[in-house]
């Protein structure tokens, strides 16, 4: 077992106890922006994307790579952007009158 | 600069991400920070893939700045899809999601034949499985949700069996890889199977129970991101996937405790495929509706009201009118909230999101605990388009398939009133004893057209 995937667990751990804690306390008013806010943020796997497509080591994974980075990237763009423009929709009654 | 001192710049640059992605989810938790939390999302993305743009690996750049270009082309519109089209939006970012996921996985296996270890296919493999299979599961989903698919369950004998069978038979497949992992022309019919049991498990699967099953998916896209991290030994990919698993995780039992139900009854139960009339009996019951004029009396004559919006007001657009009403009714010093069921609609939030973008102030919208307590001292509650989430069906009749699943307590209050279409049973085909109390009245028609008349006859001065 390389030792690698013995640190990627604990890291793997406890961010999966952090954002359960942290999801747990999110307002069930706000669990749409929450699912494309987190959406957003997984589209992170655009780092790996770029790489297998810059490595440019066969024409194959470059092809992936190329359709990876247009994928993730349009959820990043569309995930924050979307996000965004519902919680500006949420106003309370007191900020309104 | 030399290449190693280059690739620590580069790690610092990733946990400053991580950072600020926890942050980010932390602010999110209440809409007096949430936008906070999307600037520090937004700032760690940037910081992630200006970063990576330096790793000195990278020889060639003209794809990238291509893709890049097309993914802001097609993510920018698909931010800027109406309210009511967001769940299938959502389940269009989680089949984008897994894609990459899992395309990145086949990118790294290809690249490592001849030279794949047996453990790094088992990360491999696991993860290209998820990731194939919701991509086409979620793929499914959008399509019910935008309606190009039918949105009842459709189902067959001898389902669950056949999906289980070729579930084992990705698995198996990637068995037989992980035992001997240099065989690129088996790799394929791994990734193709389990793209086709994503089809299977969600075509079953029908629009009422769509809550669970975004949150779900929403769950595996983050965790084959989380094991891509693995695969790649990249630890701001565990940390993103761990934290996009674990939301989708937390929704789905929440949106499962919603209904009453299991996961495994969810996937695997096809809900309000064959509805057997349940109770039996089939007395003549009368149901008293009720005219937009009188409707409107009965509201003006009240000091508490309750709207209850299911997903019949996001199909009717009604929530604009909706709102007027609510504008209407408070003007005349009534106090109006809004009751909130956690699978009312077709996503998480669904409800809060439409009625925010209407303009209902958030402070109006009540979940569903902290509003039953109140209901016997309203006066009236107005259902829009909501129908199992209110029926009382699942506090007492055992038979009921939704027996157990918390409801608004609607019929508690003092006047109920249901916008409806006619008396056909709601989608899940489960009849509704809530509409033939001697306090109910129903208000036969489209929802928004009903509602514009009830506005009409309240602003015309009673």
């Not at chain 2, 190693?4 to 400053?16: S, T």
């Not at chain 2, 004998?157 to 056949?162: D, W, Y």
């Not at chain 2, 065989?183 to 769509?210: C, E, N, R, S």
């Not at chain 2, 009720?290 to 709207?307: D, F, N, R």
Request: aromatic fraction near 8%; include cysteine; charge should be neutral.
């Amino acid at each position: 077992m390389p030792p690698d995937f013995i640190s990627n667990l604990y890291v793997f751990i406890l961010a999966g106890f952090v954002g359960f804690e942290l999801i747990k306390r999110v307002s069930p008013l706000l669990h749409t922006p929450l699912m494309s806010l987190t959406n957003a943020l997984d589209a992170i796997v655009v780092v790996a994307a770029i790489i297998i497509c810059g490595r440019h080591e066969t024409a194959l994974s470059t092809t992936l790579g190329a359709i990876a980075v247009a994928a993730s990237f349009s959820n990043m763009v569309g995930g924050f952007f979307i996000t965004d423009r519902m919680l500006r929709m949420f106003k309370s009654g007191k900020a309104k009158s | 600069m030399n290449l190693i001192a280059m690739q620590q710049y580069l790690d610092f640059a990733f946990i400053a991400a991580v950072v600020l992605f926890i942050l980010a989810i932390k602010w999110l938790s209440s809409p007096a920070t949430a936008r906070r939390g999307v600037l520090a999302g937004e700032i760690a993305a940037a910081i992630a893939v200006t970063a990576t743009l330096f790793n000195p690996d990278l020889v060639q750049f003209k794809w990238i700045i291509i893709t890049l270009i097309i993914g802001a082309a097609i993510g920018i519109p698909l931010g800027m899809v109406k309210m009511t089209a967001v769940p299938q939006r959502t389940a269009l970012s989680h089949a984008f999601g897994a894609l990459s996921a899992a395309i990145i996985g086949i990118a790294e296996y290809y690249v490592g034949v001849p030279h794949v270890t047996r453990f790094e296919m088992g990360e491999i493999g696991l993860e290209v499985i998820i990731g194939s299979l919701t991509f086409t599961g979620s793929l499914i989903a959008a399509g019910k949700l935008q309606e190009i698919l039918p949105q009842r369950p459709i189902t067959y004998k001898g389902q669950n069996i056949v999906s289980l069978t070729v579930l084992g038979a990705a698995l198996a497949l990637a068995v037989v890889l992980v035992v001997n992992p240099n065989q690129p022309y088996l790799f394929p019919a791994m990734v193709i199977v389990a793209l086709f049991f994503g089809i299977l498990l969600v075509t079953p699967i029908g629009g009422a129970d769509m809550p669970t099953v975004i949150s779900l998916l929403n769950s595996y896209a983050g965790f084959s991101a989380a094991l891509l991290g693995f695969v790649l030994n990249s630890k701001v990919l565990v940390v993103a996937g761990a934290l996009d698993g674990s939301s989708g995780f937390v929704l789905s039992v929440i949106m499962c405790k919603a209904m009453n139900r299991s996961f495994a009854n969810v996937m695997f139960g096809a809900f309000g495929q064959v509805q057997a009339s349940s109770g039996g009996v089939k007395e003549d019951r009368v149901v008293r509706s009720a005219s937009a004029e009188e409707a409107a009396a009965i509201l003006l004559a009240a000091s508490k009201v309750v709207i209850v919006p299911g997903y019949g007001m996001a199909v009717a657009q009604a929530q604009h009118k909706v709102r007027e009403l609510y504008d209407g009714l408070t003007k005349k010093g009534i106090d109006v909230r809004f009751a909130i069921h956690p699978v009312a609609g077709r996503m998480p939030g669904h409800m809060n999101v439409l009625l925010a973008e209407a303009d209902v102030p958030y402070d109006r919208l009540i979940e569903m605990e902290d509003i039953n307590g109140d209901m016997s001292q309203t006066d009236v509650s107005l259902i829009i388009g909501a129908n199992d989430v209110t029926n009382p069906a699942a506090r007492s009749d055992t038979s009921s398939p939704i027996y157990g699943m918390p409801i608004i307590d609607v019929d508690k209050s003092h006047t109920v009133m249901v916008i409806k279409r006619s008396m056909n049973p709601g989608f899940a085909g489960i009849d509704n004893p809530l509409y033939y109390l001697d306090r109910t009245l129903m208000l036969f028609g489209d929802a928004k057209a009903f509602v514009t008349n009830i506005v009409k006859e309240i602003s015309s001065g009673h």
